[in-house]
């Protein structure tokens, strides 16, 4: 498994060995041993999750403030534009996100730490966006982010407006949101 730093070094692309024959293509989505050996971090996932989307659903920004999740997001089909977003007040890279693409093709992971918000935007005409979390999903502790947040900048590669949830259209601004110490 090979490691590359983002921007934001705590957040690493990583690209597994992929075997390809005249049959298809095997490959290991998830080894623990490999992914200590290239991140530096003994983790225990607990969760896992899987979410398809049309073309043009933007999803997040999410996180939670408490039990916040660290999360290894790939995709099964089709391709997103993945963004993670710094929300940890003591980092030098604080309110500074970075984005990646993603895709059944590139078969790239995206490793997001706790303490960050995490989004993506659908630029296939859908796609299955699988996760592993490092704790379990609590509504209660869950906040959003506006996408569109003018601090944050983010520049999603959109034509036109995305397709929102109501949740999601009703994200707080950066300057407002509960934050990691």
């Not at 920004?61 to 999360?71: A, D, E, R, V």
């Not at 906040?143 to 003018?150: A, F, L, N, Q």
Request: glycine fraction near 8%; charge should be negative.
């Amino acid at each position: 498994m090979k490691a590359t730093p983002t921007r934001i070094p705590d957040v690493l692309i990583l690209e597994p060995e992929v075997f390809h024959d005249a049959r298809g293509f095997f490959l290991e989505s998830f080894n623990r041993q490999a992914f200590a050996a290239a991140t530096g971090t003994q983790l225990t996932f607990v969760q896992d999750n899987q979410s398809r989307s049309a073309r043009g659903v933007l999803r997040g920004l999410h996180y939670q403030i408490l039990q916040p999740q660290g999360k290894l997001v790939h995709v099964a089909q089709g391709a997103v534009f993945d963004v993670a977003v710094d929300l940890r007040h003591s980092s030098a890279t604080f309110g500074q996100w970075v984005g990646t693409e993603l895709s059944a093709e590139n078969h790239r992971q995206l490793w997001i730490p706790p303490g960050f918000a995490h989004g993506f935007l659908v630029l296939s005409d859908s796609a299955d966006s699988l996760y592993k979390t490092t704790d379990y999903y609590a509504p209660e502790h869950e906040r959003c982010i506006r996408w569109d947040d003018r601090t944050l900048g983010i520049r999603w590669p959109l034509d036109g407006n995305p397709l929102l949830s109501a949740r999601d259209a009703a994200g707080q601004d950066f300057n407002a949101a509960s934050v990691f110490a």
